[in-house]
């Protein structure tokens, strides 16, 4: 018997599904907001919120693309969905939160993260340094080399498999914080 249902995971800008995923397996309820079906920006959430899981698009953010001259706008448009994670977490005061992204400019706005990995060190052999800012229980690591080197250079042309939160982080995020 499952003791989890109750519990409700909010996956914001969550993409795939791949870091709720374990939660899910789990038996917790998970809302998955994310576009085009739902916009982080106009959802409001339910109350008894267990747990938030943030994912904001990295494009406008991240050093992966520094060389791109980003708009004002094109910033703004970004903040804007960062700052909707933030208020559905204020609003929810959930047992636990996290907003993940990659190395980039976002500490800039938010401060620096409360811990960094790359997914290498959660059994997946490839790198691409993250960011994680919140009030989480840091996930033990369980190290193998980064065989595979970095997915930001070999999926280049798949922005949405390059966000994909690695299987081994989902699943030692998800252990460290149930």
């Not at 309820?29 to 982080?40: F, H, K």
């Not at 409001?44 to 708009?71: D, M």
């Not at 903040?79 to 500490?107: H, M, Q, T, Y």
Request: charged residues 15%; contains cysteine; neutral net charge.
């Amino acid at each position: 018997m499952m003791f989890n249902e109750t519990k409700i995971i909010l996956d914001l800008c969550g993409g795939s599904g791949s870091w709720s995923q374990p939660y899910v397996e789990a038996g917790y309820d998970v809302e998955l907001v994310t576009l085009p079906i739902r916009d982080v920006r106009v959802y409001f959430p339910p109350e008894n919120v267990y747990g938030v899981l943030c994912a904001p698009p990295c494009t406008v953010f991240s050093n992966a693309g520094a060389w791109v001259q980003r708009s004002q706008d094109e910033i703004l448009q970004a903040l804007s969905v960062v700052d909707a994670c933030l208020r559905i977490v204020a609003i929810s005061n959930p047992v636990f939160w996290c907003l993940e992204n990659p190395v980039g400019k976002l500490g800039y706005y938010l401060g620096k993260p409360r811990w960094t990995f790359d997914p290498y060190e959660y059994g997946d052999p490839y790198t691409k340094h993250t960011c994680l800012w919140g009030k989480f229980n840091i996930p033990a690591r369980n190290p193998v080399p980064p065989v595979l080197g970095s997915k930001m250079h070999t999926n280049v042309r798949s922005p949405a498999k390059r966000a994909i939160t690695p299987p081994g982080f989902a699943q030692a995020f998800f252990e460290a914080n149930r």
